[in-house]
């Protein structure tokens, strides 16, 4: 196929001036970026090679190469990896990221200079930031398997040139044609191997595969006046140790904060480290990171998983859900187990009962570890908790197994702070003596829960009640669960127990029992049963299910899933304490048997019910006249 010349994506053009100009301060950073994509396509390779034994590929020594060379100033980054085809070449450079564009752009823009560098790495972009150090990239690069490769070429302006290349070796080969030194801005000599050979030992001293430079070594001569020995040496620039083979004391809090970068490709430091080294029947070691921030796509269906597989150090694979439930999927890290098969499946992890024991002992690590931070350190444990905490309660639903671990590391908004949620263990110790529920109700926001009319008889009683908004809560809450004995009680369901005097309620009912009923009839349509309550202490009226009934939130959400939802009738409670109720039992009393006149008032009162609780009215235009209606005959 001929030369050809592409224009890049219109939000890609500018989303590569972004990186070019706005985004990394430590323009060091872009060779971490390189020989991570090199180290990743090794690891592709060697488990490729494992899963397809007709693959024709070399992998009898596999590595990363730097060949600076000063008087070109040219870097050049090359492994003997996977390779891509021209259509990946297309498809992963030519359109610098294939989705969340727009959604980057923005946070960028938003972001100030230290937010922003850790931005970039989450939408997995960072070959572009070689343009910092670079007037000119080329790529050269052949598919495993395939006997024609591909060159690219851009000198980041907007477009880029596209070739067949015959003789390319297999692999990727980048070529940065490198800017002048410039100290003042840390544009420094990348060509010099001084400098190379420190970067990798800052940023790339873990990757398990060698990282090679020619480097020209002298020995001085054993005798006096003699000549000394130059010769090039072929030197390996990193360590490559397993950091996760490693006990805690022996990794500095620089070494993990690089590797979590390298596997996560984020730029923040981790907020908390797990290492686990699990020896016995299953002998495995975990090294497992809670990150700083969310990233971008962590509510987006495509998501992959963030662990790594390992066995007996071999790479495996990059995104092993078995090892991690879905509401855990932000934590990064690594798994090495030492009694899997190298050539294990996604089908055979689905099934392997070690994999299992693993997860069950990971994911009882990880709600430990939020748990300790919830109580040791608060404010680390708010930055986790404002990131991750509505993904961790999506536990609540689906982990039962760990529901009162995830329970009692959570932390809810309650009634008893505008500012502060409060854990389930606060909530209990501040309830009376004799309260024996955890009360709570959950609304789309906290501001709409606040004003609901449920809450007005709890708050004049000095109760604590839960608010709850997330859209997971309306899921979990419906199982009605307990915590430490205590069931969960929702203050818009069943009837409000607020007030111990019978013999008040008796005559009561008996006074307004004519109106109930007839009101019952007239909202038949909507209504299941119309009583009396002590929980309204400034309303007139509210809306309460069934105990076991489903709230209107929860109906909601089915229905905006596809799902079809019967209407359902509800209680209409009255406060017989308020103005309208007795005006319009006073009014019912003197209708007699015609009572048709005082219809629209009944269809007004339970509008309002509806309203005031964040509900949407059936038919907004019948409401609308009804009150003009209304509001015309008291004036007349």
């Not at 003197?590 to 509900?615: C, F, I, Q, R």
Request: with cysteine; charged share 30%.
């Amino acid at each position: 196929m001929s030369s050809q010349v592409h224009e890049f994506q219109a939000e890609a053009r500018q989303l590569l001036d972004l990186v070019v100009h706005s985004i990394y301060s430590n323009k060091d950073s872009f060779l971490r970026e390189l020989i991570s994509n090199s180290s990743d396509a090794l690891d592709k390779l060697r488990i490729e090679s494992l899963r397809d034994k007709d693959l024709v590929a070399d992998t009898s020594d596999l590595h990363v190469r730097l060949t600076p060379d000063a008087d070109a100033r040219t870097l050049t980054v090359s492994d003997n990896g996977i390779g891509m085809s021209r259509d990946d070449v297309v498809e992963l450079i030519g359109t610098v990221a294939k989705s969340g564009t727009a959604q980057m752009r923005k946070a960028l823009t938003e972001a100030g200079d230290a937010a922003s560098e850790e931005l970039i790495g989450q939408f997995g972009i960072g070959f572009y930031s070689t343009f910092m150090v670079a007037d000119r990239v080329v790529m050269v690069t052949r598919k495993a398997g395939e006997t024609v490769g591909t060159r690219w070429e851009s000198t980041g302006d907007g477009t880029y040139t596209i070739d067949d290349v015959d003789d390319a070796p297999q692999g990727t080969a980048i070529t940065l044609h490198l800017k002048p030194v410039d100290e003042e801005n840390a544009l420094h000599d990348y060509a010099g191997p001084a400098v190379l050979r420190g970067l990798v030992k800052k940023y790339s001293d873990f990757i398990s595969w060698p990282v090679r430079m020619e480097e020209v070594k002298t020995t001085p001569a054993e005798e006096e006046g003699g000549e000394p020995t130059v010769e090039t040496v072929d030197a390996v620039l990193n360590s490559q140790k397993a950091l996760w083979a490693k006990t805690k004391d022996e990794v500095t809090d620089d070494e993990y904060a690089e590797f979590y970068r390298h596997i996560s490709h984020n730029w923040d430091s981790p907020l908390e480290t797990i290492s686990l080294h699990a020896e016995g029947t299953f002998e495995y070691q975990a090294l497992l990171f809670l990150p700083t921030q969310a990233p971008f796509d962590l509510f987006m269906r495509e998501r992959k998983s963030a662990l790594h597989l390992y066995v007996r150090r071999v790479f495996i694979m990059d995104d092993c859900p078995e090892l991690m439930p879905e509401y855990l999927r932000f934590v990064q890290g690594v798994v090495d187990a030492n009694d899997l098969s190298l050539n294990v499946s996604r089908e055979i992890l689905q099934q392997d009962r070690q994999i299992r024991a693993i997860r069950r002992r990971l994911v009882k690590k990880v709600i430990g570890t939020v748990q300790e931070m919830q109580d040791r350190r608060p404010e680390d444990y708010q930055t986790f908790w404002s990131n991750f905490g509505r993904v961790f309660k999506e536990g609540l639903v689906n982990d039962q197994d760990n529901f009162q671990a995830l329970l009692k590391a959570s932390v809810f908004d309650s009634t008893a702070s505008e500012t502060e949620p409060t854990t389930l263990a606060d909530y209990l110790s501040r309830c009376g003596a004799d309260q024996d529920v955890i009360y709570y109700m959950t609304g789309e926001t906290r501001q709409q829960i606040e004003r609901s009319p449920h809450l007005e008889g709890f708050r004049a009683k000095g109760i604590e009640v839960l608010l709850l908004s997330d859209p997971v809560d309306e899921m979990w809450t419906s199982a009605m669960p307990e915590f430490e004995g205590k069931r969960f009680v929702s203050v818009a369901k069943g009837e409000a127990d607020l007030d111990d005097d019978a013999d008040d309620d008796a005559e009561r009912d008996a006074e307004f029992a004519d109106l109930l009923t007839w009101l019952t009839g007239v909202l038949d349509a909507d209504v299941s049963e119309t009583r009396l309550t002590k929980r309204l202490t400034d309303s007139a009226a509210c809306l309460v299910g069934d105990q076991f009934s489903m709230s209107p939130q929860l109906e909601k959400l089915y229905r905006a899933s596809g799902q079809p939802m019967p209407h359902t009738k509800r209680i209409l409670e009255l406060n017989p304490g308020h103005a309208l109720v007795t005006g319009l039992a006073q009014a019912h009393k003197a209708a007699g048997d015609d009572a048709s006149a005082l219809e629209p008032t009944a269809k007004l009162l339970y509008s309002m019910a509806l309203l005031a609780e964040g509900g949407e009215l059936a038919d907004p235009a019948e409401f609308a006249k009804l009150l003009s209606d209304t509001l015309v005959a008291g004036l007349k």
